[in-house]
């Protein structure tokens, strides 16, 4: 679905567990999804097209998955390993 035209350019999430406290940031403009460090602001890595994703509209959090929402589907990635997928995979 993609998003009004009022969504904020940007949106944050925080991810919690028992190693891991990180801020992950949705570039709308730049379909890519930055992951910060929360405690020291330290920057992670940057998700994007080489990554795997295509269009970042929306970020969803959903214990150790993160689906990202945008134009072109869902995907989901996997947290902490921050690897992309489809959201659906067919299965044999």
Avoid: K
Avoid at 15 to 39: E, N
Avoid at 65 to 72: E, F, I, Q, R, T
């Amino acid at each position: 679905m993609p998003p009004s035209s009022g969504a904020p350019p940007r949106q944050l999430v925080r991810w919690t567990d028992d190693s891991h406290d990180w801020l992950l940031v949705a570039d709308r403009q730049h379909d890519r999804i930055q992951a910060y460090d929360a405690r020291d602001g330290r920057p992670l890595t940057v998700l994007d097209r080489r990554s795997g994703l295509a269009d970042v509209d929306r970020l969803v959090l959903e214990g150790h998955w993160l689906v990202v929402l945008g134009s072109d589907g869902a995907r989901r990635v996997r947290l902490p390993e921050l690897r992309p997928q489809p959201l659906v995979q067919a299965s044999r």
